[in-house]
């Protein structure tokens, strides 16, 4: 399959025809091949605008959903930013090149090893791939300048809110299995701000929190 033309055609249909707008964000998906990501029997499906199941319930998010989360963002290559519930770690590579350093957080030990080896493959040196639990954030590495959360649950998690620096900001669907909201949660020195984005589907969130 001819990858390359069709990572240019989901670029230019699914995320800059549905707004994605930020050149940062764009160059991005144009330069980090989904199909690596993605179990060999779902491969000719890469770009496709739909989720991808990678085992043990979970997904690779669809194109859209993972450029939008990155835009909200705002990221500007400077940045060190946590992410939680890595997968096979294609949002990771996504993230890696957006900004300056990224920990990856997976639960469950056999994705995180899969994705430690996709972007190894593809010699993504700024991502750290961890496995722990992601409502507990990674507090040795905190203060970050912006967490991006791919799994759902009813109320953002403490830890998380509070392991980003002031000026920080957090993306996460908030919400149960059937309705979902897209959240930005902006720290200042006077408190939280919370913006509300449109719906999403996420799977729901493995915590202690």
Known sequence: MDYAFLRKRMVAEQLKRRGISDRRVLKAFLTVPREI???????????????????????????YTVAFMGQLLGLKGWEKVLEVGA????AAA????????????EIRP???IQARRNLRKLGIANVDMVVGDGSLGLPNEAPFDAI????A???????????LKIGGRLAMP???L????????????????????????????????
């Open 37 to 63: 990501f993605a179990p060999r029997d779902f491969r000719d499906q890469a770009y496709a605008d739909t989720a991808i199941p990678i085992g043990e319930g979970q997904t690779i998010s669809q194109p």
């Open 87 to 90: 997968g096979s770690g294609y």
């Open 94 to 105: 996504i993230l890696g090149r957006l900004c300056r350093q990224v920990y990856a957080l």
């Open 110 to 112: 056999d994705l995180a």
């Open 148 to 151: 991006s959360v791919a799994a």
């Open 153 to 163: 649950a009813d109320q953002i998690p403490k830890p998380l809110v509070e392991q």
């Open 174 to 176: 908030r919400g149960g």
């Open 178 to 209: 059937l309705e979902q909201q897209m959240v930005k949660i902006i720290k200042t020195a006077a408190g939280i701000r919370t913006e509300t984005h449109g719906g999403f589907c996420f799977v729901p969130l493995i915590h202690k929190e």
